[in-house]
Each structure stands twice: as structure tokens, then as C-alpha cells.
């Protein structure tokens, strides 16, 4: 099944602990993409990669590392968290860059941050 | 800077069509127009996109209008399953930034 997934789905952490949220994809997508959704800002993209080695920030990059060594998956870093990094985190892909491409979103994972 | 307005929210009878109304007024001309939805408790799916002429597929219909400011989903035939929240994006060819507005919320009524 074509699919976006996300790990872990739940996580709770304290301030200033290194950690990795995870997202792979099975379709071969060049274009990844991560996200925040909070209540009341709706999504925001944090980093997109529009293919191996090649990443750049989106509108709210700050606090946030990204890499793509390889083709399938996009890890978001958070080198040290902090409690305005609360948020639901989507993470999608799509077949290449252009603008007429969808978008697959991934289920997301919710973090806390104490 | 969401570039398109939608209502807030809005309502609509089951088994009835709902058309859910997008403004984007300073769309450019390799701008596509997308649509996403995200059903409660999940991510944003994929509903429809289009550039200039009206397009179908199995979820939606979208309507676009003559001169491009402004689009219309249309739901032929809602369901509960239809309640969700509604974006309106405009993608910008050569820049991948994607920049998602409020969205509308659909609520369905039995």
C-alpha cells in the first residue's frame, strides 16, 4: 500500500532533549515536506526537500533540522526542544516538484514538550 | 500569507451538493489551484486540483472561474463522512513552498 508513515505517533519529551521524528515513504517520491499544525495557524510548512541532499526552509524553519540522505525518508530533528515546539507534525510527499502534483500526507505525530 | 480566502465555516444537509467557495485574487498565471481536506483525528488528503478549466474526479468536482480569481469545490452528493476541514492552495511553480490558509469547516447535517 502506497503510504506515508510517521514514528513515533505520540511522543512527549522535556526541554532540551534531542529527538528525531521520523517519516518514510514508499512511493518513490522526489518532494518531501514537513508541517505544524497548531489551533488557530492551521499548517505550516517547516522544511521541504525536492530531492536526495537538496533541502530548504518553509515558513517556520527555526528550531528545526532536516536531512535526506536517501530518497525514502525525511527525518525532522529538534537538536533542543522547547515547549513552543507543541504541535501536531505532518509529513508529506509528493511524486516531484512541480505544482500540479498532490501531496501525500502522512497520519502525523503529536508532541509535547515539557 | 495564504493568498486565498475562504469562509470560516459552513453547513449542509446530508444527500445534498455543497459548494464550498475560494477567493484568490492575485493568483498568477502557473498557479494551480489545489484542494485538500482533513478529515478529524487525521492528515490532509488530497481532493482535487486544476489551472484554468473545471475538473472532475471520483471525490469532487472544482469549478473554476473565467478570469481565475476565484474557484468553487463542489461536493455532488454529501455524506457525514464529508465533514472536515477544507484548504484551498494555490502551488507556485518554480518555489515548493506550500502555504496552507484556515480552511473552511464543513459540517454535515443529518
Known amino acids: 500500500e502506497a503510504q506515508v508513515t510517521q514514528n513515533p505517533r505520540y511522543l512527549i519529551t522535556v526541554t532540551g532533549k534531542k529527538l528525531t521524528v521520523t517519516c518514510s515513504q514508499n512511493?518513490?517520491?522526489?518532494?518531501m515536506s514537513w508541517y505544524r499544525q497548531d489551533p488557530g495557524l492551521g499548517l505550516r510548512q517547516i522544511y521541504y526537500?525536492?530531492?536526495?541532499?537538496?533541502?530548504d526552509k518553509g515558513d517556520v524553519p527555526e528550531g528545526y533540522k532536516v536531512s535526506r540522505k536517501e530518497k525514502r525518508n525525511f527525518p525532522l530533528i529538534l537538536e533542543s526542544p522547547s515547549p513552543n515546539q507543541t504541535s501536531l507534525y505532518f509529513c508529506?510527499?509528493?511524486?516531484?516538484?512541480?505544482?500540479?502534483?498532490?501531496?501525500?500526507f502522512g497520519p502525523g505525530t503529536r508532541l509535547t514538550v515539557l | 500569507d495564504a493568498k486565498t480566502t475562504q469562509p470560516n465555516s459552513m453547513e449542509s444537509n446530508e444527500e445534498e451538493p455543497v459548494h464550498l467557495p475560494c477567493n484568490h485574487s492575485t493568483i498568477s498565471g502557473t498557479d494551480y489551484i489545489h484542494w485538500y481536506r482533513q478529515l478529524p483525528s487525521q492528515g490532509p488528503e488530497y481532493v482535487i486540483h486544476?489551472?484554468?478549466s473545471n475538473v472532475n474526479n471520483r471525490m469532487a468536482s472544482l469549478a473554476i472561474a473565467e478570469d481565475r480569481k476565484s474557484s468553487t469545490l463542489i461536493l455532488h452528493r454529501a455524506t457525514l463522512r464529508d465533514a472536515a476541514v477544507y484548504y484551498c492552495i494555490l502551488r507556485f511553480g518554480l518555489d515548493d513552498k506550500i502555504i496552507f490558509g484556515k480552511g473552511t469547516r464543513l459540517h454535515i447535517l443529518p
Open positions: 526537500s525536492m530531492n536526495v541532499e537538496v533541502t
Open positions: 508529506a510527499s509528493s511524486l516531484g516538484t512541480g505544482s500540479y502534483n498532490e501531496q501525500f
Open positions: 512511493m518513490n517520491h522526489e518532494y
Open positions: 486544476g489551472l484554468t
